[in-house]
């Protein structure tokens, strides 16, 4: 009842969002006002590519801005955030719809760490904003790093530390826990640090099963980027044409990456997550570096 109470949020967000979006790109097309400069095809493609890699938990936002310089996309160094938000909503919000039906979760697991990552980025915004920057990014990319080390050893192929578990569940003190962790993710966010592969890190050591993590930290995006998505809308401070080709080419590669993982392996799914993490924690660590240095 409650996972399909989740679920019914997901389509409402993307339904309400879906015709803001869609008047706003519309009125453009008529007005004439549509970016016509930026290339479909590489858009629809940046898309795919992104949102295939954000299914698997690699994340969207990094790789779309990195394809966005590499393909030389005609789009204003002021406009990429907004692209990345009103570009990816559709696509998470319908990875979050996929994994909550794939996945088996507790209900009130998912719920309760899902509003907690809600309540965080909204309560906790005004605490991290005042954050050093470089700290939190220093300690976080330090943190993923050793839980990359502590999870490859304790993979089944390597056998050298117990850890992790199979379960679907969190009670008592370990859900006041991931309650209390994904209220912190959450407000992170607000900082620009991202929430999959942390979330993935506590999920383990709380001993549930990595697959658990993508329901639960998609879930928790998914609730929040509509908002962030529709402020960027309602100011015109995004590129219409690159946002709705790389929403439609995220779609396609949503889909595509749900059925690969749903035909992953548990022990190549725990080494993806693994490489998710350490890869997270080398960006973090760098972006901390570069902000010492300047």
């Known amino acids: 009842m409650i996972v399909n109470v989740v679920r019914g949020l997901f389509i409402l967000l993307a339904a309400v969002y879906g015709v803001v979006f869609g008047k706003d790109f519309m009125h453009a097309k008529k007005e004439g006002k549509l970016e016509t400069e930026v290339s479909t ?3 629809l493609c940046t898309g795919l590519i992104t949102d295939f890699a954000d299914t698997l938990g690699i994340g969207s936002f990094a790789p779309t801005v ?7 996309l005609d789009i204003h160094d002021r406009h990429i955030p907004g692209v990345l938000n009103v570009g990816h909503t559709i696509p998470v919000i319908l990875e979050a719809l996929v994994f ?4 088996d979760v507790d209900a009130v697991t998912l719920a309760v760490l899902i509003g907690s990552a809600v309540v965080g980025s909204y309560v906790g915004a005004g605490i991290i904003s005042k954050l050093d920057d470089k700290k939190i990014q220093l300690i976080m990319g330090v943190a993923l790093a050793i839980t990359a080390v502590v999870m490859f050893l304790a993979h089944p192929w390597i056998n050298l530390m117990p850890g ?3 379960a679907t569940a ?18 992170l966010m607000t900082a620009g640090i991202g929430l999959y592969a942390p979330c993935m890190a506590m999920v383990y050591f709380l001993g549930m099963s990595p697959a658990v993590a993508f329901p639960i930290m998609m879930g928790s995006c998914a609730m929040l980027m509509p908002v962030a998505s529709t402020k960027f809308i309602k100011e015109g401070a995004y590129n219409k044409k690159a946002s709705i080709c790389i929403t439609l080419g ?9 059925f690969l993982f749903k035909n992953l392996p548990m022990d190549i799914l725990k080494m993806l997550v693994v490489l998710v993490i350490i890869y997270t924690s080398i960006t973090m660590l760098m972006s901390a570096k570069k902000k010492s240095v300047e």
């Open 100 to 103: 909550t039906l794939a996945i």
């Open 250 to 258: 995220g779609i396609v590669g949503v889909l595509a990456a749900v």
């Open 41 to 43: 095809g590489k858009t």
């Open 170 to 187: 969190l009670t008592g003190t370990a859900l006041i826990i991931g309650a209390i962790g994904n209220f912190i993710l959450g407000a």
């Open 66 to 72: 990195a394809l966005i310089k590499f393909l030389k």
């Open 164 to 166: 992790g578990g199979e």
